[in-house]
C-alpha cells in the first residue's frame, strides 16, 4: 500500500542561503527538530552557515512561518489594517491574512510592530488559531495564563521545561521550530487508542473541525468546504474482484489514476469529486475512500494521511455518550472520560461553584452533549444536548 504523508508545508526563509550542516547546532538539544526541519524544508540557515538557534524571531518571521501552509496560492490583498507597513513590505500578504482572518489585532494605537521580538506566548496563540486548536479563557486567568495551560495540557514542553518558564519571554528560532514540530506530533494526531493485529492507528489532518466514526468501522472527516471518508466493507462477493467492477460512483469515462492504493485499485474523479477503492485479499475487506469538496481537491488529497496496515476500530461515539450518561454524579469519573475527546470547548467556567470548586460547562462537539463538570473532583453534575450552558 501506498502511504500519504501529511505535511506541514512551512517556510522559513528569514536569510538567503541554507546549509545543511549548520556550525552552531550540534549540541543544542533542539537539534533534531531544527535538522528535520531543514530537510523538510520548513527553515534556513545564514550565510555563515549557522541557524542562530537562540536568536529571538520576529512577530513578522514568526507570522511567515506560521502562515507559510495556510495561505491559498490564489490569496490576494491590498488593504491597509495598520499605520506601521504597506504593501512593498516583504511581510505585507502574512500580516493581511492573519488579521482578515482575526488570527491577529495589533496594537490599540494602530500599529502591528512586525519588527517588535515576538513572546512564546504570541507565538502559541497565533499556533493554535492557525491549527484551529481550541484554548481555554478562564475569566480569572490572564490570557497567556490560559494559552500556557493549554501548552502544558498538550505537554509541548516536555522535552525541555526550563526553555518556557515564563511564556513572556521572547521566543528564539530553535525553540519555534520545536513547538511546531511537538505540536504536530501531539495533536494533530487524532488517537482513539484502538487496537487491531496489536498496531495503534493515526489520522492526522488538516484544516477539518469535525470528525464522526462510521458504521462500518470507517471514518468520516469533515472540512469546511467539504468532507472525506474512509470506509471498510467486509466482502460479501462470490469473486473479490467483482467488488472493483460494481464500483462505478461516476461515468466510465472519469476512471482516473489511483491516488492512495497502488495495487487492485480503481479511481473516479470528476470536478471537485474523488473516489476510490481497493481490494485487501488476505483480509477478505474492501477498503473505499470518498472526497467531495467545492474546489481544489489536491489541498485535501494533501493533507490526508493513513496506513491500511494499522488500521483498527474507533470507540463509537454513541458509546462514549452512554458513558457520560453513566458517569453522571459519579466522582472521579469525567477526567478520563473528557481525556478521549479531542473536540471540545469550555463554554464557561463558575469559578465559586457550589463549594467544592470552579465547575466548567464543557461542550463536546462530536457528540453534540455539553456537560457540567465539577474541576476539583472530576465529577460530571448534569449533562445538556446541544452547545447549552443553561443548567
Known amino acids: 500500500m501506498k502511504k500519504i504523508t501529511l505535511g506541514l508545508i512551512l517556510t522559513f526563509a528569514i536569510s538567503s542561503l541554507a546549509f545543511a550542516n549548520f556550525t552552531d547546532v550540534s549540541e543544542h538539544i533542539f537539534k533534531d527538530e531544527i535538522q528535520k526541519a531543514f530537510t523538510s524544508n520548513m527553515v534556513t540557515g545564514y550565510t555563515d552557515g549557522s541557524f542562530r538557534p537562540d536568536q ?7 507570522l511567515k512561518i506560521l502562515l507559510s501552509a495556510q495561505i491559498p496560492e490564489t490569496y490576494s490583498t491590498n488593504s491597509l489594517y495598520f499605520s506601521d507597513y504597506d504593501q512593498s513590505d516583504w511581510f505585507f500578504k ?3 491574512f492573519a488579521k ?3 488570527i ?8 502591528f510592530k512586525a519588527n517588535k521580538n515576538i ?3 504570541e507565538s502559541l496563540k497565533i499556533l493554535f488559531e492557525t ?3 481550541a484554548f481555554p479563557s478562564l475569566e480569572s486567568l490572564e490570557w497567556y495564563e490560559n494559552i500556557n495551560s493549554k501548552a502544558l495540557e498538550l505537554k509541548l514542553y516536555e522535552k525541555s521545561p526550563n526553555n518556557f518558564l515564563n511564556v513572556n519571554d521572547y521566543i528564539t528560532r530553535s525553540e519555534l521550530v ?3 514540530a511537538k505540536l504536530d506530533e501531539q495533536n494533530l494526531s487524532l488517537n482513539y487508542n484502538w487496537n487491531y493485529q496489536n498496531k495503534d492507528f493515526s489520522l492526522k489532518t488538516l484544516k477539518s473541525d469535525k470528525y464522526f466514526n462510521l458504521d462500518n468501522s470507517g471514518l468520516l472527516v469533515m472540512f469546511e468546504d467539504g468532507y472525506l471518508s474512509f470506509e471498510i466493507f467486509k466482502n460479501t462477493y462470490d469473486r473479490f474482484e467483482d467488488s472493483l467492477v460494481a464500483f462505478q460512483p461516476l461515468e466510465k469515462t472519469q476512471i482516473v489514476n489511483s491516488i492512495f492504493f497502488e495495487k487492485q485499485s480503481l479511481a473516479y474523479a470528476s470536478s471537485g469529486k474523488y473516489f476510490e477503492q481497493t481490494l485487501d485479499n488476505e483480509k477478505n475487506l474492501i477498503y473505499r475512500i470518498s472526497i467531495e469538496k467545492d474546489s481544489n481537491i489536491q489541498g485535501i488529497l494533501n493533507n490526508f494521511s493513513f496506513e491500511t496496515e494499522k488500521l483498527s476500530r474507533f470507540e463509537k461515539f454513541d458509546n462514549l455518550k452512554q458513558s457520560i450518561i453513566d458517569a453522571v454524579l459519579s466522582e472521579g469519573s469525567s477526567s478520563g472520560i473528557l481525556e478521549k475527546i479531542q473536540n471540545k470547548k469550555v463554554l464557561y467556567t463558575d469559578v465559586i461553584g457550589i463549594g467544592l470548586g470552579p465547575i466548567d460547562y464543557i461542550y463536546l462537539i462530536d457528540i453534540n452533549l455539553t456537560v457540567k463538570n465539577e474541576r476539583n473532583s472530576s465529577t460530571i453534575l448534569q449533562i445538556k444536548d446541544g452547545e ?3 443548567f
Not at 529571538?56 to 514568526?62: G, K, L, S
Not at 491577529?104 to 500599529?111: M, P, Q, V
Open 131 to 133: 491549527r484551529e486548536i
Open 178 to 180: 520545536y513547538l511546531i
Open 104 to 111: 491577529i489585532s495589533g496594537y490599540a494605537d494602530g500599529t
Open 119 to 121: 513572546s512564546i506566548a
Open 388 to 390: 447549552n450552558s443553561d
Open 56 to 62: 529571538p524571531i520576529t512577530r513578522a518571521e514568526a
Open 94 to 96: 502574512y500580516v493581511n
Open 100 to 102: 482578515e482572518n482575526m
